[in-house]
């Protein structure tokens, strides 16, 4: 016989069975290759929605970037989660040394997005880093 909670009995055991397939994976050694938690570059492969880069998002927050990659000598591209991006936008901040570029970007909505209702739904987006000098053999870090 079903009653009204079996649905939420449904979803409860979908979302623990989700859970319990993504920690499947293999534990790797810190420091070593196999190591994931360290920010890494992309392979080429990876082409998600680029936010617009502005100085004018209402409310931004700090979010952390996964991945790096050099698009040229002096543009980095970074991920983040973040919404769609035409109601979210990025403002990314960089500290540049001889030994490292650190970066951390602030996701927040943009101006004309204020108003208007925007999907709630989390997307894997880039967001392109200008730096000041070519990027060479410097270490890509996180900003804090």
């Known amino acids: 016989m079903l009653t ?5 009995l449904a979803a409860l055991l979908l979302v623990g069975a989700v859970i319990a397939l993504s920690a499947c994976g293999s ?17 080429a492969s990876s082409s998600p929605g680029a936010l ?11 979010v952390p970037w996964h991945t ?12 983040v989660t973040a919404g769609p991006t035409d109601c979210y936008g990025a403002e990314p901040e960089v500290a540049e040394s001889e030994a490292a570029v650190r970066v951390r970007v602030r996701v927040g909505l943009l101006p004309q997005a204020a108003e208007k209702e ?27």
């Not at 617009?52 to 700090?62: A, G, S």
């Not at 790096?68 to 991920?79: N, P």
């Open 68 to 79: 790096w990659r050099a698009v040229d000598d002096r543009t980095l591209e970074v991920s």
């Open 118 to 144: 925007c999907s709630a739904i989390a997307l894997e987006s880039v967001v392109l880093v200008q730096l000041a000098a070519p990027l060479g053999t410097r270490k890509v870090e996180h900003l804090t």
């Open 4 to 8: 009204r909670r079996s649905p939420r």
């Open 27 to 43: 534990a790797a050694e810190p420091g070593t290759d196999d190591d994931t938690t360290a920010p890494q570059a992309p392979n």
């Open 52 to 62: 617009p880069v502005r100085n004018d998002l209402v409310d931004p927050q700090v």
